[in-house]
């Protein structure tokens, strides 16, 4: 647009009287519209003080559409015949023209873009940095309209909104602008847009200053893309989702394929780092790419590969810092090479790559992989802040993936060890047939303490414990080794369940006193120990903390046991209360620990019912039982570990057992001895006489003469023969070394030699010394 041309004259008292082309292209003014009219009706404004004296200033002209423009004006004086004033010509300068002043070149050298535009957002005014960034000199944009400058029709749509509110509230607007397709040839813009007002405060027009964000952009993107992998990455302690996680990050947002290789020694485990050495195995756990099936990867999932020396993979893992590689480096191009070799498939990728980075991933000065993005679609190549922000996400992530690696470690450890100490075939006995179940959490929190065991007892009794130590982990499972085996060592001596419970609280409280690493906390466990004689069919049975069990009838009815639920192991101080119970033969005990029933979105009650439910279902098995018990009643997200004991009673018949009671007579032994032999005979056990004579002599008469009556004798046929004789007498009897000339104390040390195992169990009205020998071979149990 030509300003140069813009002319009017003007008559002495300020009428306008002729008018140029230019003046109409500026103003939109035709000649016939503004000759005949006083100047200042053109005006916006008053000119500025001392303008018109000296015919020259800058004057804000309003259009004929409404819109005011700044223009520099001079005026020349015109004279009539004798020197008298005739009026004058004014031209309307260029801006730029003249000699600027120092507001002015501090507007046109300004860093930042400046634009001043009417009120109909039409320009007026823009520095040197404005026409840089739009491409167009001043003099094609002064009076045009905003968005015909801008090239994205979108962005100009957005722009104009938030400008057109400046213009009509006055109210000031900050506008951020970045393109869909932003990338580093691209600019983000800040701008900061306010209303320009005239001394009577209205609005002549609007002034913008955009700020160049691009450098800002990128360093919040990268920061974002930080703060979102913190959540986003380790959600879980699996290692190989958590490598997956890594790789859903950074693709597409940062890379446009990326893969996780870790070290074998990390899968496996193991707690040594293997040494790096010239040629490194890697395992593929994790890769992922904008293009689907991810075509481009040369190593499948799973797959081990050995990388050489030169490989950038081990250069940034030897050197312990990220490798920056471009499409015109000849490293870039062997290792491009290398993959096309390997994998062709994916070869129309790789000839787009143009930039990759090898990042290690190490934690805790132990390296435990490497991550590899590469860009290909991407249009700009990875550059030096993009390698500080990969070795920041790769250390937070190698963090995470070595804290799924020690979970996995201890998990396996913990596993391990309660494997070790759970029973893994059932002790022969015949009072109960055994079916079990054991599963370890999956949470976060680890393997819990859970233990159930089912020991044999004298007397063909069967002791069946379960219980769960406080806490997850390798302490958990120490904890938990420690009280099965004190259970074993109560449960030998024949304590009845509540006396066993009481002493195995003051192990726990004995073990928290003595305990300095700070874990005393995590001593404490709840425990239910059982005690079923075949011979009576009584279950006698005590809890310490523990959920009640449940009993299946043989009508198929089922129902929790009454039990006194004493205080958990480690309170101290506190009694336990035996429960008894008469149970037909053919019952169902189950027996289970809370992980089963308790879970924070069930109502304990409703589970339980539902265990009584899951209980009465037909089954082949006591297995089957387990299996379809679990699947009806575990919780789906276990967050404890669950152990399930299912009992089914066995009962020995009168004619397994023979009572004899004995006077405190030593002439009656030798009549209790051929009743003994005529029972053995009966039950075709006649091989067994000469050693059950001297067993039953033995002990009748050891409790004729250091005992108390009442005194009994009870023969029981079970899968062994087992021989009891019972006194009101509470000593014990103790197995010592006869001397030489010793008249007596050899009658235990020979019926400990006879038998296959002796012992002695307290009583409520005395004790009870037994011994057990086994049956002839191809004689049938009494089972």
């Known amino acids: 647009m030509e300003h140069v041309s813009a002319a009017a004259a003007l008559s002495a008292d300020g009428m306008v009287t002729g008018w140029s082309e230019g003046a109409r292209r500026l103003t939109g003014y035709p000649a016939e519209e503004a000759v005949g009219r006083h100047a200042r009706e053109l005006l916006a404004q008053e000119p500025p003080a001392g303008a018109l004296s000296a015919l020259t200033g800058t004057a804000m002209v309003r259009c004929r559409d409404g819109g005011v423009v700044a223009l520099r004006?001079?005026?020349?004086?015109?004279?009539?015949?004798?020197?008298?004033?005739?009026?004058?010509?004014?031209?309307?300068?260029?801006?730029?023209?003249?000699?600027?002043?120092?507001?002015?070149?501090?507007?046109?050298?300004?860093?930042?873009?400046?634009?001043?535009?009417?009120?109909?957002?039409?320009?007026?005014?823009?520095?040197?940095?404005?026409?840089?960034?739009?491409?167009?000199?001043?003099?094609?944009?002064?009076?045009?309209?905003?968005?015909?400058?801008?090239?994205?029709?979108?962005?100009?749509?957005?722009?104009?909104?938030h400008l057109r509110e400046v213009a009509e509230t006055g109210r000031p607007q900050r506008y951020e602008s970045v393109s869909a397709s932003f990338t580093r040839d691209d600019h983000a813009w800040v701008t900061e847009m306010w209303a320009v007002r005239d001394d009577a405060g209205e609005v002549l027009g609007t002034a913008l200053a955009a700020f160049d964000s691009s450098?800002?952009?990128?360093?919040?993107?990268?920061?974002?893309?930080?703060?979102?992998?913190?959540?986003?990455?380790?959600?879980?302690l699996?290692?190989?989702?958590?490598?997956?996680?890594?790789?859903?990050?950074?693709?597409?947002?940062?890379?446009?394929?990326?893969?996780?290789?870790?070290?074998?020694?990390?899968?496996?485990?193991?707690?040594?780092?293997?040494?790096?050495?010239?040629?490194?195995?890697?395992?593929?756990?994790?890769?992922?790419?904008?293009?689907?099936?991810?075509?481009?990867?040369?190593?499948?999932?799973?797959?081990?590969?050995?990388?050489?020396?030169?490989?950038?993979?081990?250069?940034?893992?030897?050197?312990?810092?990220?490798?920056?590689?471009?499409?015109?480096?000849?490293?870039?191009?062997?290792?491009?090479?290398?993959?096309?070799?390997?994998?062709?498939?994916?070869?129309?990728?790789?000839?787009?790559?143009?930039?990759?980075?090898?990042?290690?991933?190490?934690?805790?000065?132990?390296?435990?992989?490497?991550?590899?993005?590469?860009?290909?679609?991407?249009?700009?190549a990875y550059g030096p802040d993009d390698v500080v922000f990969a070795e920041e996400l790769a250390s937070r992530a190698a963090v995470c993936i070595d804290n799924a690696r020690r979970f996995a470690r201890e998990r396996t450890t913990a596993l391990a060890l309660q494997h070790s100490l759970l029973p893994t075939g059932m002790?022969?006995?015949?009072?109960?047939?055994?079916?079990?179940?054991?599963?370890?959490?999956?949470?976060?929190?680890?393997?819990?303490?859970?233990?159930f065991d089912v020991i044999p007892l004298s007397g063909s009794r069967v002791a069946l414990v379960v219980g769960d130590v406080v806490g997850h982990g390798i302490p958990s499972s120490a904890t938990m080794g420690r009280l099965c085996t004190a259970v074993r060592t109560l449960a030998d001596v024949d304590l009845p369940p509540d006396e066993l419970l009481t002493h195995l609280d003051d192990l726990v409280t004995h073990l928290?006193?003595?305990?300095?690493?700070?874990?005393?906390?995590?001593?404490?466990?709840?425990?239910?120990?059982?005690?079923?004689?075949?011979?009576?069919?009584?279950?006698?049975?005590?809890?310490?903390?523990?959920?009640?069990?449940?009993?299946?009838?043989?009508?198929?009815?089922?129902?929790?046991?009454?039990?006194?639920?004493?205080?958990?192991?480690?309170?101290?101080g506190l009694?336990?209360?035996?429960?008894?119970?008469?149970?037909?033969?053919?019952?169902?005990?189950?027996?289970y620990t809370d992980g089963l029933v308790e879970d924070r979105d069930r109502d304990l009650d409703q589970t339980t019912a539902e265990l009584c439910r899951a209980l009465t279902a037909p089954a082949a098995s006591l297995d089957a039982l387990c299996d379809s018990v679990l699947k009806a009643v575990m919780p789906e997200a276990r967050g404890d570990d669950v152990a399930l004991l299912l009992a089914r009673t066995r009962a020995l018949g009168a004619g397994?057992?023979?009572?004899?009671?004995?006077?405190?007579?030593?002439?009656?032994?030798?009549?209790?001895?051929?009743?003994?032999i005529r029972q053995l005979t009966a039950w075709g056990l006649g091989e067994t006489a000469f050693i059950t004579e001297l067993v039953v002599s033995e002990l009748v008469t050891n409790a004729i003469r250091y005992g108390e009556p009442p005194i009994q004798l009870r023969l029981i046929r079970d899968r062994t023969l087992i021989c009891e004789v019972s006194d009101g007498s509470s000593t014990s009897p103790h197995l010592r070394r006869a001397h030489a000339f010793d008249e007596g104390g050899r009658g235990l040390l020979l019926v400990a030699q006879l038998t296959q195992r002796w012992g002695s169990r307290q009583t409520d009205c005395g004790k009870t010394i037994w011994a057990e020998q086994p049956l002839p071979p191809g004689e049938p149990s009494g089972e």
Do not use: K
């Open 73 to 161: 004006l001079r005026a020349g004086a015109l004279t009539g015949p004798g020197g008298a004033p005739a009026g004058y010509v004014v031209t309307a300068e260029p801006p730029g023209e003249g000699e600027p002043s120092l507001v002015e070149r501090a507007f046109q050298q300004a860093a930042v873009s400046l634009s001043v535009l009417d009120t109909r957002q039409r320009f007026v005014r823009l520095n040197g940095t404005a026409t840089g960034v739009l491409g167009i000199p001043e003099a094609e944009l002064v009076g045009r309209h905003l968005p015909e400058a801008l090239a994205d029709p979108a962005r100009a749509e957005d722009f104009m909104e």
């Open 215 to 236: 450098e800002y952009y990128w360093a919040r993107e990268r920061l974002a893309l930080l703060n979102e992998s913190a959540a986003a990455i380790g959600t879980t």
């Open 238 to 380: 699996d290692l190989v989702r958590t490598a997956e996680e890594l790789v859903e990050v950074v693709v597409p947002r940062f890379a446009d394929f990326a893969s996780i290789d870790l070290m074998e020694w990390v899968l496996e485990t193991q707690d040594a780092p293997a040494p790096l050495g010239e040629e490194i195995p890697l395992r593929r756990v994790a890769h992922g790419s904008t293009t689907e099936g991810t075509p481009e990867a040369s190593v499948r999932l799973g797959r081990v590969e050995v990388h050489p020396a030169p490989s950038p993979l081990v250069r940034s893992m030897r050197e312990g810092r990220a490798y920056l590689g471009r499409a015109d480096e000849p490293d870039f191009v062997r290792w491009v090479a290398e993959r096309d070799a390997r994998s062709p498939q994916g070869r129309s990728f790789r000839a787009r790559a143009h930039s990759m980075l090898a990042v290690p991933l190490r934690a805790r000065g132990i390296t435990l992989g490497v991550v590899v993005t590469v860009r290909a679609e991407h249009p700009d």
């Open 427 to 451: 002790p022969g006995q015949a009072a109960v047939e055994v079916a079990h179940r054991y599963l370890p959490s999956v949470s976060a929190a680890g393997v819990g303490g859970d233990w």
């Open 512 to 572: 928290g006193a003595g305990d300095d690493t700070g874990e005393v906390a995590e001593l404490g466990a709840t425990c239910l120990y059982a005690v079923y004689d075949p011979v009576s069919r009584r279950l006698t049975l005590a809890s310490a903390g523990h959920p009640a069990p449940a009993l299946v009838l043989p009508d198929g009815t089922a129902r929790l046991l009454p039990v006194t639920a004493g205080p958990p192991l480690g309170v101290g």
């Open 575 to 591: 009694p336990f209360e035996a429960s008894e119970a008469e149970l037909p033969e053919g019952s169902v005990l189950a027996l």
């Open 656 to 676: 397994q057992v023979a009572t004899w009671d004995v006077p405190a007579d030593p002439e009656q032994v030798a009549e209790i001895r051929q009743a003994v």
